[in-house]
């Protein structure tokens, strides 16, 4: 803050003179008078540094949640790649699973139409034992 400061009050320092020389061409030109005092310089001064301050504050707080941000996405990067590591493990079971699955749903499909079959035949034989009732 110390370099910021020179530099400001380098700053405010001329403006304060440029000041003091337009309300003595203002004088000389229209026979106003126009003050201007080192309390006015002094306020200046202190609303820069108390609106300087408002924004450190603002600045550290916001650059507060950026790196906590960035942390919780880092690990969320190591969770991901942990996940990816495990899928990458399960692979060969997830393969083998398929085949598996496969192989039963086959299966299934021709005892599906066994059974369609012999639904059929038990369908007739019910109408035929419904004639001869």
């Given at each position: 803050?110390?370099?910021?400061?020179?530099?400001?009050?380098?700053?405010?320092?001329?403006?304060?003179?440029?000041?003091?020389?337009?309300?003595?061409?203002?004088?000389?030109?229209?026979?106003?008078?126009?003050?201007?005092?080192?309390?006015?310089?002094?306020?200046?001064?202190?609303?820069?540094?108390?609106?300087?301050?408002?924004?450190?504050?603002?600045?550290?707080?916001?650059?507060?949640?950026?790196?906590?941000?960035l942390q919780v996405l880092d690990?969320?990067?190591?969770?991901?790649?942990?996940?990816?590591?495990?899928?990458?493990?399960?692979?060969?079971?997830?393969?083998?699973?398929?085949?598996?699955?496969?192989?039963?749903?086959?299966?299934?499909?021709?005892?599906?139409?066994?059974?369609?079959?012999?639904?059929?035949?038990?369908?007739?034989?019910?109408?035929?034992?419904r004639t001869q009732e």
């Amino acid at each position: 803050m110390g370099q910021d400061l020179d530099n400001c009050v380098e700053v405010f320092k001329s403006i304060h003179q440029s000041v003091e020389r337009m309300s003595e061409r203002f004088k000389n030109e229209l026979a106003r008078i126009n003050w201007v005092t080192p309390t006015s310089y002094l306020e200046q001064l202190s609303m820069y540094v108390t609106i300087l301050k408002e924004k450190r504050t603002k600045n550290s707080k916001a650059s507060a949640r950026l790196i906590t941000g960035l942390q919780v996405l880092d690990k969320a990067a190591v969770a991901i790649d942990g996940l990816k590591a495990d899928i990458a493990l399960m692979q060969p079971e997830l393969e083998k699973t398929k085949i598996v699955l496969t192989a039963t749903m086959a299966d299934l499909s021709v005892k599906k139409e066994a059974a369609e079959a012999d639904r059929e035949i038990v369908a007739q034989d019910e109408a035929e034992a419904r004639t001869q009732e």
